[in-house]
């Protein structure tokens, strides 16, 4: 069982070596491990603001004041890389190179079930099948500029784009003669794009978005030398709105675009939308202000979800956009932006903008993605995204009120999936499940891959963990009180007011 | 033939047609082809500067001055896509629904073969085989983050990535602890950072590009409100250092950040990056200059080349960014980008950077292009890559050389297998081989997929039809001087001084 512990790339460690060159017979393939760049560098208590934070994309890192990982800057790891070699001249007869890279790949596609089967902490949909596509991956397909543009290179797949384009818009009610978007590599190109889109219609508008949203947002306002402007948020992690006034009300010259979090990527926090249109309306920003949606996991699920409030052309809003990779599942990162036509009309006026009509940011553009999305879309439907996403509300919560039950601190938004609690004590265990951790919390996202079985597999084994991590008692759980309230931590502290709340179970408690 | 030629999506109309409701037994598919994206809007000529123009990544459009093809800015074309339905409730039983999925992606399949066969205008190698990697497709493989920064998501290929990286910088003479660099997207995320790395460094540079430069320079500094200045060309496309200078002396004050092109998209021009080193020196901006390398496509076939000036980190520059997709051949667009370690050591010290130590512009990245390169670099190898240069060049001199033989103005870079050559008169004969063209004129990029036998099917198809185009002599062949230069022009003005000049084969000509 340890070889299955750890982050399953052990073997692939002693692959990579073999590659390389190095440590050929090593009789121990977990002291090659031990120099994977997964594996170095336990995280460290760094001082907040010092140097760098290990934020990644859907990971955590972007609360100020918190503690973050130490991060080696600079550090180039390359003992755990397959190099690439050059081949013997004799390679072709004697096919050793091709038998190695064989192998290299099986070991690869293994330590890949493996860590696929022990993930919980991203909000990736890892249950595909696309077998069906396989037959496209022969081709060089690539839908440069403009979905919308003719282009003379012949492979491509616009009109699978289109078609996925048309949907979401529809989802997203606005025209079809209305609605401009494109498939995009990522989230981050979503966030990039609307911002910038909302800076063109305001060159002199100032960026606000709450401390959670996502670093790309504020990345965004570094690229493009925009002002921005960090809104407070409540325990839940939505926008506080109080304090958006507050903000708005010192910078009334000046027009706002404003980067509205549907699903923060922490705490899976839903900004209220109608809220912050109302908060803008009244402070005297009526026709300026930009709208930018970040729906990057919940844009896709919130339409499904019972009484939540609506992501809708309807209202004010400037752009919209969604990961392809996160609640649909693709085998590689990608999006979809939708935004209004006139915003890239207007833009494309300018002789000058992006010295051609290419509105998009990347040009040339993955092929492949949509039609992995168009594919899953045609076969689940509205129907089948419906029933995915009420299963996973359901599992979330079952997720919740047993962690409680194990009298772990968790956390669950109204409309969310995504389950905060205590962060676990070891490291290992953290990288087992692909934890992502900010602090004192961590999170799982529960998405439609993940089962009951599974999270009963991870609690169990959890909790049997935990068991071994405070059993002298001289050691306790954390406190998550100021990242999930008082009434959500079940800390030595705070423990006794949440079992007075309940007047429960405390008997079944673990700790 | 009738259906063979054109864009080969006719079928594909039909079949649209069909998934979509419309048309159902419409008993001609030429009719449902007719409003194909690809199919309409026949290029006419717009004022230059007029609205916007029709560049396209890898095509053409940053011309100024020459004629653009006029668009019909936010036209909305959606008659030929692949719609997406809600599946009937009883499709589960029925099948019908995988049925007609299948079938669409059967004719789909056949287009993109048919494409792939005509293709020639754009830099992409259509000859590869990843057979081996089809079982990664199962898998959702996110390198997020910075590839050298452990990240908690166990599903990626940073092995893989940092193996490829290694290779680059190798090539590009950097120790493997100073370099830092990742794999992206396409061509234009390498621009993109490049040039934000060389504004961060310089923030109040200005940025120098040659106006035959790839548009998503020009995209850059809008993105970036950056100053920018536009630097003239010679007949070959290289950048004017004399210009250069000329625009340097007048902004003695600002540090430059410089755009080199390693070949440009339109004439496959190498910069002189010497000359352009020393023009920097030479006039007072000894260290204060930064240097982004655009290597798209010649990138990687420089090396290779006998003779080349070389794109090596021994000489100051910043950055060198390559596209996966055009020499090395890949499903999907992506590239590497290389910079200097202490560049992003300096970004990342700044807390506020980007807001997180993600130094890369996407944040979640592609995991499958990693690996796709790696395979091919390690089957390749640099001998590999180096008899394919070579073929390359070979067969681009034969386009060329034919291409005259049967009067046909042309022109070949010495570095280059980008043959640029009259424009064909006939819209129908450029989509069927996927030319991209500008003005007067158009190229064949000679990519190693491209075989002599590809090129005289080409070139009889060119001869046949020309005789028709130009049969009654009441048309004649566009002059291209103003763009190849006299001396390879062979229209009715010049023909008889290049005649001169080669005392040569005249009568041969069949124009």
């Known amino acids: 069982m340890v070889g299955s512990v750890g982050n399953g790339l052990m073997d692939l460690g002693a692959a990579a070596a073999a590659v390389n060159g190095v440590g050929k017979g090593a009789a121990h393939p977990e002291a090659v491990a031990a120099a994977l760049p997964m594996e170095v560098e336990p995280p460290a208590r760094a001082g907040a603001g010092a140097g760098a934070g290990a934020g990644v994309e859907d990971g ?78 022969h081709f060089s397909i690539n839908n440069l500029g403009d979905p919308f543009i003719e282009s003379n290179y012949g492979v491509h797949s616009r009109q699978f784009e289109v078609g996925v384009l048309d949907w979401f818009a529809r989802l997203w009610e606005l025209e079809k003669n209305e609605y401009w978007g494109y498939i995009t590599n990522c989230g981050t190109e979503g966030n990039l794009h609307g911002i910038l889109v909302g800076r063109e219609v305001f060159p002199d508008g100032i960026l606000y978005a709450s401390r959670e949203s996502h670093y790309s947002v504020f990345k965004a306002a570094r690229m493009y030398r925009m002002d921005c402007v960090k809104v407070d948020t409540l325990i839940s992690g939505e926008i506080d709105c109080a304090d958006f006034q507050r903000k708005l009300s010192v910078n009334r010259d000046k027009p706002a675009i404003i980067n509205v979090n549907i699903g923060t990527t922490v705490k899976g926090a839903v900004d209220d939308l109608d809220l912050v249109i109302k908060t803008l309306q009244e402070n005297g920003f009526k026709d300026r202000f930009y709208i930018h949606c970040d729906g990057a996991l919940f844009g896709l699920m919130m339409p499904f979800v019972k009484k939540a409030p609506q992501v809708t052309f309807k209202k004010p809003i400037g752009s919209v956009s969604v990961s392809g990779h996160k609640f649909v599942g693709c085998p590689m990162p990608c999006g979809v932006q939708i935004t209004r036509l006139e915003h890239i009309n207007a833009l494309s006026s300018n002789v000058e903008y992006l010295a051609s009509r290419d509105a998009t940011i990347m040009g040339s553009r993955n092929g492949h993605a949509p039609i992995f999305l168009w594919y899953t879309l045609n076969r689940k ?131």
């Not at 890192?61 to 130490?70: A, C, F, M, S």
């Not at 081949?87 to 007869?93: C, K």
């Open 60 to 137: 955590m890192g972007n609360g100020e004041g918190t503690p973050r990982r130490e991060i080696v800057l600079g550090r180039n790891v390359h003992t755990a890389s397959f190099a690439v070699k050059e081949p013997e001249a004799d390679d072709d007869e004697t096919g050793e190179r091709e038998a190695t890279m064989a192998s290299v790949l099986a070991l690869y596609r293994r330590s890949l079930v493996e860590r696929t089967k022990h993930h919980l902490g991203y909000p990736y949909n890892l249950d595909f099948d696309y077998g069906a596509l396989a037959q496209l991956q």
């Open 381 to 511: 439907g509205y129907r089948g995204f419906q029933k995915e996403v009420q299963k996973c509300l359901r599992n979330a919560h079952y997720l919740k009120d047993r962690l409680r039950e194990a009298g772990v601190g968790a956390m669950l938004n109204e409309l969310s999936s995504t389950v905060v609690f205590e962060r676990p004590k070891d490291e290992e265990f953290v990288r087992r499940w692909q934890l992502a951790c900010e602090g004192n919390i961590a999170h799982v996202v529960v998405m439609p891959n993940v089962t009951i079985d599974k999270l009963d597999y991870f609690l169990n084994e959890l909790v049997e963990k935990r068991a071994t991590w405070y059993q002298d008692g001289g050691c306790q759980p954390p406190c998550i009180a100021r990242d999930v309230g008082q009434e959500n931590c079940l800390c030595s502290l705070h423990k006794k007011s949440y079992c007075r709340n309940l007047r429960c179970f405390c008997k079944d408690w673990s700790v």
